[in-house]
């Protein structure tokens, strides 16, 4: 009770703040308890990442220099600051995890149609978010400048550029010029560190928000339960003190990965050397990487890129407005078609991305 | 509505003030350890440059025992404060001295006097026995050169 | 090289000791803990007549009893095998340090067994206060078996320093108890005990998670309270103890600690310290992570949610162990003997005589052309395998990519000479060899890294 932990500094602040509202809500607010509840930890999970990067990323914006001296700061971080090769590779597997959370939350979500009246726009900003995410880790990649950094850009930037027409123009605007230079770094970097962020934050106040607003929704087999059926756990203190501890355990998933695996750095970019053969993006962008090669060899010329591009966007626009063909319980049989449709668009996603990797072609050590 | 116990009831039940108090406590005590321990390398990533500093300030100076009987065409390893250095005596009778880690993954290279050049045998880095530059292989900084002062038989090594 | 070579492709000899070993240590100090668990449990609920208690402590032994019984004493077994292939010289030399200590061990280990049996099955049987004291009996003998191999696995680190002096002279064993009641052997019994209590606590709430928050509501929140508060002990000591531990380290093997502080490599100069963040993480976090699921809300933990603070526990043991055994390094026996068998006092006369001329089990072919590549190969499995492999863990082809046969043959040349500076040395011993044999093993190697080339 905050009452006893200093009374006069609670009602003193309450006065200002109007806190006791918020509590009573926290304290009134249940969470509801299901054999699924496991995945209502995933949202969570993805925002603890989250707030690990921000507090990281401050910490690497004391020695990282953008532009030219932009790999000799991070070898500088990685070989001479204490505990920055720590800090580096905790910023780093932590954008990995939190795109890997905020996957396995989205497809939770999808399966328990929690996209359904009225919860659309948590669906919406949440697909937002995803996508600002990947931008984040597209754009973070490149900042070490070493060669994987650089040729997985120019690689990333090879897919906007096949666009017809305007391709060429936005990859160009994008780049700062036809080659990745000091001007790219410095546009990743602003992006980076003050954009994306200033998109991110207020959508993600928005998608708590609406969470806090609507309560977390129940899977079809708990809303067939009459009411007194349904069980639930108060929000605070037993669903918070159990977020809490899952993101312990999530903390401790990345130091394990963090310390066993540090992220590394490689050799300085050289825009001369030859592209390393087995040169590939990201995990998450190696499913769009292989559709596009995919058609681009079944329909050989600019048809294949344009069929390519319009296949991967039609999934993409059609899972973004599922809310819309799937709206609510009555859909019945129909609602039952787009869970099938969920597990085709996940069949795919796995399926490309094992694909992608597996031809790769094998490096020599 | 049929709940699930709740905990800070069933707590209540058999718990007296006393387990109460100390529960406080040792939760307080859990929750410094933690911030200690998530403080503690933040703050020496914070303070780098400063430690950094502080070390680099407690030696400037440093006399080379036995320096001046160093035959032409050799190297003599000797410690710069807390840091190993390596003083060259070359064949047209110049010196030099150079931090000896490798700037590359801060192993200690070595003067070859067959090629007359400093080799790190960790990655092969090769550097320019009188400049220290960066000549081959993995290094991507020149080694930090000192000064070197010959006379009356001595020879002192002191920060560029 | 005295004994064959055991070659475990891309994982390593000395990764199938550590798995065995991990679930071992995980079953193992439970097997202590939970010893003085249960009579500690069973007297309370005696003197309390809860009779809830009674009927699932019931259970717990029987679980007890399997998962130690069996999983324990195999992979403790499996242990045996795995150093014995991994690093037999060293074995050896435990076993012919310490045959008596052992002897002991396995004499407690038959009680501890035996007693684990008697004490499940007389349940009910026997008057209460009878199987009570059978229940301490075996707590007794069971942290026996600690005490006992605590000696061995502390002596590796900090060997007495009588029983060093006495190497070579044949007496060794006769130093006995220098050798085992060494630096380490009080604050490392302490820090395992403190584990064990923890492990116990640990294994508990995972067992009694599976009891029903409804209608089993009470039971349920009593014993998994009860279950945490064996973590209470080690939350206030550890600290105490591991700071002594650490204050018995030699201050060499001290400042690997340190070392990684400033530079990450993926490489084992850094272990130590990665290693260590790891364990302290995880180690403090385990206390938070039983305090949110199980102490504040005791009848909603799920098996989940303990199957995560076992994983937790894993961690926690994992990267400790770990950080025990990269402490030593380059040693098997710290100044006594290194990680691939060489002994210290052997170098000299390898140097000058050679590694493999006196070799018992592997004599090399006195074909002169395949002379040259056997003796290369024997080199590489006698002093690099034990810790390297071709291409898995710490890949040799992947640490010498890039680099011809005069440059693999400066690496080999700095190993051989092992200079005080060389940063090499705190981790590898010096290779040893006739300049020969060191020379076959370059071109064998160069060979194995460049293949097209020759």
């Known amino acids: ?365 | 509505m049929s709940e699930n116990q709740n905990t800070s009831g069933s707590t209540e039940q058999g718990a007296s003030s006393e387990r109460r108090t100390f529960l406080k406590v040792a939760a307080c005590g859990v929750g410094a350890a933690w911030a200690g321990m998530v403080g503690y390398p933040i703050y020496r990533y914070i303070a780098s440059p400063v430690e950094e500093a502080a070390s680099a300030d407690v030696v400037t100076e440093v006399e080379v025992e036995k320096g001046a009987e160093l035959p032409k065409n050799a190297a003599l390893m000797f410690k710069f404060g807390t840091k190993p250095a390596m003083l060259i005596h070359h064949d047209d009778d110049t010196w030099s001295a150079f931090l000896a880690v490798c700037t590359h993954l801060g192993c200690t290279p070595a003067y070859q006097p067959e090629e007359k050049r400093i080799f790190c045998p960790c990655h092969s880095g090769v550097y320019d026995a009188h400049s220290g530059a960066n000549v081959a292989g993995p290094p991507p900084k020149p080694l930090p050169q000192f000064k070197v002062a010959v006379a009356d038989g001595k020879v002192v090594v002191s920060r560029a | ?454």
């Not at chain 1, 009770?1 to 602040?13: A, D």
């Not at chain 1, 900003?125 to 994987?148: I, K, Q, R, T």
């Not at chain 1, 009555?330 to 078609?337: C, L, T, V």
């Not at chain 3, 209590?197 to 508990?204: D, E, R, V």
Request: hydrophobic letters at 50%; proline letters at 6%.
């Open chain 1, 1 to 365: 009770m905050p009452e006893s932990l200093g009374p006069k500094v609670y009602s003193w602040l309450d006065e200002r703040l109007g806190l006791s509202p918020i509590l009573e809500l926290a304290l009134k607010k249940r969470v509801p308890d299901h054999k699924h509840s496991f995945w209502y930890y995933w949202g969570g999970i993805t925002l603890f990442f989250f707030i690990v990067m921000c507090f990281t990323g401050v910490l690497l914006l004391l020695y990282y220099r953008p532009g030219d001296g932009a790999y000799e700061s991070v070898q500088q971080i990685n070989t001479q600051i204490k505990f920055g090769w720590l800090i580096r590779s905790i910023h780093s597997w932590s954008a990995n995890l939190m795109v890997a959370a905020a996957f396995v939350h989205m497809f939770s979500t999808f399966f328990m149609k929690a996209y359904r009246a009225p919860r659309e726009f948590l669906w919406w900003s949440g697909f937002g978010l995803l996508s600002l995410a990947m931008v984040f880790g597209f754009s973070g990649y490149l900042l070490p400048m070493d060669d994987l950094a650089y040729f997985a850009t120019k690689v990333g930037l090879s897919i906007p550029a096949v666009m017809p027409v305007v391709g060429p123009w936005i990859a160009d605007l994008v780049r700062g010029g036809p080659d990745i230079t000091a001007y790219t770094i410095s546009r990743f970097f602003a992006l980076h560190v003050v954009i994306l962020p200033a998109l991110f934050i207020p959508l993600l106040l928005l998608h708590l928000g609406l969470v806090q607003q609507h309560g977390m929704s129940i899977p079809e087999s708990e809303q067939q339960k009459p009411e007194a059926e349904r069980k639930s756990i108060p929000f605070f203190p037993n669903f918070v003190f159990k977020d809490l501890a899952v993101w312990l355990v999530a903390l401790n998933v990345l130091a394990l990965l963090a310390v066993a695996f540090p992220w590394p750095l490689g050799p300085a970019a050289d825009p001369l050397a030859p592209a390393p053969a087995d040169i590939h993006p990201e995990w998450y962008f190696m499913s769009s990487f292989q559709i596009l090669k995919a058609f681009g060899g079944w329909f050989p010329g600019v048809v294949g890129e344009f069929l390519g591009i319009a296949f991967f966007n039609a999934g993409v626009v059609l899972w973004a407005l599922v809310p819309l063909f799937d709206p609510n319980t009555k859909s019945g049989q129909w609602g039952r078609r787009v869970t099938w449709f969920g597990f085709v668009v996940l069949a795919v996603l796995i399926v490309t991305t094992i694909w992608g990797y597996a031809v790769l072609p094998a490096v020599a050590h």
């Open chain 3, 1 to 454: 090289m005295n004994y064959p070579a055991w070659d475990v492709p891309y994982l390593g000899s000395g990764w199938m000791i550590g798995i065995v070993a991990i679930i071992h240590i995980l079953i193992s100090h439970f097997a202590v803990g939970g010893g003085i668990f249960l009579p500690l449990t069973e007297a309370k609920a005696l003197r309390e007549g809860r009779k809830d208690w009674m009927l699932r402590l019931k259970g717990y032994s029987k679980f007890f009893l399997v998962l130690t019984g069996v999983f324990g004493a195999m992979t403790g077994v499996g242990i045996w095998f795995a150093i014995g292939l991994a690093s037999p010289n060293g074995t050896s030399a435990l076993i012919h340090n310490f045959v008596f200590g052992w002897a002991i061990e396995w004499v407690f280990f038959l009680v501890e067994l035996t007693l684990a049996m008697v004490y499940y099955y007389t349940w009910d049987r026997i008057p209460a206060k009878l199987h009570l004291t059978i229940g301490w009996i075996y707590a007794a003998v069971s942290w026996g078996t600690l005490v006992i191999i605590n000696g061995i696995l502390t002596f590796k680190l900090t060997p007495g320093p009588e029983w060093m002096a006495s190497v070579g002279t044949g007496r060794e064993s006769e130093y006995f108890f220098d050798a085992f009641f060494n630096a380490g052997y009080l604050p490392s019994l302490g820090l395992r005990t403190l584990a064990c209590l923890s492990l116990a606590g640990i294994w508990s709430l995972y067992f009694f998670s599976r009891l029903d928050g409804e209608s089993d509501g009470k039971t349920k929140a009593s014993m998994v309270q009860w279950s945490s508060m064996f973590l209470i002990p080690s939350f206030l000591l550890m600290p105490v103890f591991f700071a002594w531990y650490v204050f018995t380290i030699p201050a060499d093997h001290r400042a690997l600690l340190e070392l990684g502080i400033s530079s990450a490599s993926a490489g084992t100069f850094t272990h130590v310290t990665r290693m260590t963040i790891l364990s302290v993480v995880s180690s403090a976090t385990i206390a938070l992570a039983v305090m949110f699921f199980a102490w504040f809300q005791p009848t909603e933990l799920k098996r989940g949610h303990a199957l995560s603070i076992l994983f937790l526990a894993l961690l926690a043991t994992g990267s400790t162990e770990s950080v025990r055994e990269f402490l030593r390094k380059p040693f098997v026996v710290n100044g006594y003997m290194y990680s691939n068998g060489v002994r210290v006092n052997q170098i000299e006369g390898f140097n000058r005589d050679g590694y493999l001329t006196g070799s018992v089990w592997s004599p090399v072919s006195p074909d002169a052309a395949f002379h040259h590549k056997s003796v290369g190969e024997r080199m590489f499995q006698g002093q690099c395998m034990a810790c390297h492999t071709l291409d898995g863990y710490r890949p040799i082809r992947k640490l010498l990519a890039g680099r011809d046969t005069t440059s693999i043959g400066s690496v080999l040349k700095m190993l051989h000479d092992n200079a005080p500076e060389s940063p090499y040395r705190k981790f590898m011993p010096p290779l040893v060899g006739t300049e020969e044999e060191i020379r076959a093993l370059r071109d064998w190697l160069a060979v194995q890294v460049a293949p097209a080339s020759h």
